[in-house]
Structure formats: structure tokens, C-alpha cells
């Protein structure tokens, strides 16, 4: 007899308030329990907000007090469930944890808002946010039963990139999985959070619990990510739902986009605009041997003689900033002029140091930038990169009035590097979303969903027993997995299937 339950994914986008983006998943969640959906699967830091653009200010040594303000703005918009740092597990989903006096629960009550509409709707609810729990943030997740509440909830264990400025590594025993009965069906439900799916030890940990429901809430829009979806499906034989955000720039919540919220009526200004940049010391350029160049502050803060400041693009993406120069002629300085130094691709450092290296004049040469043919040339269309030794790159471009930058991403989206973003460049996608339903076998049933922003909802009708079916060649935990010679154990977390 067929096991079949109705799943679907929500590639909903996070609003500008906790209370916004609630209603939304609210509304949402009501309209798939009209279209007789049981569990719906809501993206990555859904609530509270993926921090997608924002530097916070930080370079490697150095933080900078707007970023500091960027992220009071961000650890405000966090969900506080009422759970402690360390994480305290049954006790936490038991509600065993003492309440403060005159309190009917701990936390702001976004548990009990997401435990309502739950209830309300008769649909299983999934979904990623931003939890604060004393003094850091976790990016978490939240199995909401509409019979039950909140059964389980895990945190990321590995946050990527420049997630590891602002959220903290959760336990690895928060991956156990979960048995639910949806429409007489039995679940075995687990989830890994965005680029947890690289970790293949991770993945296999999920496995080994007999997991026939692979949840990936995740942040990444790029092409690779349904290969990786198809493969952890037909890997696991397991059905596999993911689900992003899709957002253009100006939608991007406002503490992103430099709008604060709880200091608008206090302030008059931008809380989160960088600081002024410096003007650039003059320096003092040492040519090698081999006709390389490095640049050195100047001690006395003025320019030497026959040392003419260089125009390049500053932008705040990076600490390390490239251009194109070339030296004008000196001026009449009543002293020899040396010869003119050969155009060159700059790279300015975190503390304003320089290091100069030639532009090969022979195209031919993989890898290597050619000359400008115009001397005089101001106005090129595309800064070359340093060679990219065999790593892609991201390209910078930049208009005719040389005041805007942007970087063109791999996954199609492009970030602006500095604060002149003008209204067109709102309307341009930085995530595109690809959310999407794989089938047990590693098949499509459901996507990928691109560039819809709003309403994007994909539903599929499953039976569960085609997991079973998959497992006649492939039991990656069990008849495939050599278990007498290959073993994993993962402190603090039981990787046995649940009962």
C-alpha cells in the first residue's frame, strides 16, 4: 500500500521585521494546508535574517564601529527561543527550563508563534532562523509538529566563510534525527543547514539514522547546488527538499541596506555608512631587479619628488583593492625626470601598503593581464584581476565616472562595493534562489525554482516507499557500507536510527 504524503518547499524571503516575516510564514503555511500540503520545509535563517552583503565592518585585525553597530542591529532581529548557549536539549523542547517571574515563557515568543500556526494549519512545519541565546547567535533550525510544538531544534555546526564572525558553532549532537507519523506514514526526518551537505562525514552521520526525509535549508543560489541535492538524494535514497531565499537588492531587510530601524527616530543619520576614507599617504615606490615594484608610505607624509599619485578604484568589499595605473610625466621640478615607469596592477593592502607588479605586454601568456593600448586611457570597462593561478574569479566593473563598483558573483548575483548604488542596481537579484524537490532516485520531481521573490511554493505528492525501493542496490549505512571495516562515531550524538 502506497505511504504517500504531500511535501512542499517555500522560497519565501525574510522581511523587515520578526513580526513581518512570521505573518508571512503564517500566510503561507495556511495556503499550502488549503492545497492539502502535511510538512512544508521554510529556507536558511528565514527568521532573523541571512546577513547576505554585510562586511560588519571587520577586516583580518580590525573591526570597524559601524560594523559593530551593523551587528547590534543584526543580534537584535535574532529569535530568542528561550534556550541556553550550550544548548539544553529535551530539557529546552520539555520546557523543563526555570521562566522568569511574572513571564509565561522564556524567550520574545517566537516558539509559541510558530507552535500556533502549526497547530492552526495541521501542517509540519520546518524552518531556518537566527537564534540568539546569551550572548551569540546560532544559525538553527526548528521542527514544529502540529500536534506537539517544537520537537527538536539543531544549530549549524559548521558555519561557512564569513559566518564564523557572527554565528557560533552548534553541538554536533543537535543532528540527531527526528520519527514523526504524518497521514500514517512513519518519518525519519533530519536536516543539514547550506554547506553542511559538503561535509561528507555530516551527511553520512544522517545516513546512518536511517533518514528517508533529507531537509537542506540552505543560502547557496549557485549552479551547483542541485547536482549536490540530486547526489545526497540518490546517495542517502532518500527524498531531499531545499529551500532559499530569492531577493533583489532593495528588499534586502533594512539594517542590511543601512536603514536602522530602532535608531531611525533617535538619529538623523545613515547609523551604518562607513567611515570617511582616509586620503591616501603619499608614497614611495622601490623598483626590483626584476622590474617589480613595492610601495612604502612616505615617512614625512609628503611626496617625494618625481612621485606622482596614481588614480585607482577604492571600494570597501575587500581589504585588498586592485587597479590598472600608469604615470603621468613628472612635473617640472627643476630636477632630471627618471624614466617613466611601466603601467602596472596594483594591490593595496589592509594598512595601506602597495605592492605593484608589471603587466606583461605579450597577451599571449595565460593567466597574465595585457598593456592598455591607449595611453591615455581613463575610462576601460573592466579592471583586469591579478592572474587567477586556475580560481575564478569575480570581475569588478566600473561606469564612466569611475564612482560605481560592482562584483559580478559566480552564482549570476553581483554585490556593489561601495555605498553609490543607485535605484537600478535594486532590482538586481543577490540570491536567485533555486529551491527544489528531489526524488529517492536522485530525480527532479520539483524545480529548481529561479528568480520568483515572492509566492514561489513548490508541492510534489510522495510515497515513501520508493526510499525502500532504492535500497534493493544501495544501503550507503547498512548492506553497502562495509561496517566491519569502516566506522564513524561523532561525539555526543547517537548515529543509530531513532525508534
Partial sequence: MPQSIRLAVSQSRTLHTNASTLSALSETTHAAARKGVHLILFPEAYIGGYPRTCTFGAAVGARDPYGREQFLEYFHAAADLGDTPVGAGEQWVQRRLPIANGREYRGDGTREELEKVARDTGVFVVTGLVERAGGSLYCAVVYVCPREGVVRKRRKVMPTGSERLIWAQGSPSTLRAITTVIAGVKLTVAAAICWENYMPLLRFSLYSQNVNLYLAPTADARETWLPLMRTIASEGRAFVLSANQCMRRKNLPLWIRGDSLRHSEAKNDNSFAPPEKPARRASIVTKTEDNHEITWPSPEGKPPPNVVEDQRISHSFSP????????????????????????????????????ALPIMKDSSVPGHASAIDDEDSEDAEAVKPLPSFGRRMSTLKRTEDNRKSAVSMPDGSSIPTDSSATNEDDDDFVSR?????????????????????????LVVDVDFEDCERGRLDLDVAGSYSRGDAFRLTVEGLDINPPP
Avoid: F, Y
Fill in 320 to 355: 585588498l583593492r586592485h587597479s590598472i595605473v600608469a604615470n603621468d610625466s613628472d612635473q617640472n621640478t627643476g630636477t632630471p625626470s627618471p624614466p617613466p615607469r611601466p603601467k602596472a596592477i596594483r594591490t593595496l593592502t589592509g594598512d595601506n601598503h602597495e605592492i
Fill in 433 to 457: 534562489g533555486g529551491s527544489c524537490i528531489i526524488g529517492p532516485m536522485g530525480e527532479i520531481l520539483a524545480g529548481p525554482l529561479w528568480d520568483i521573490e515572492d509566492g514561489g511554493t
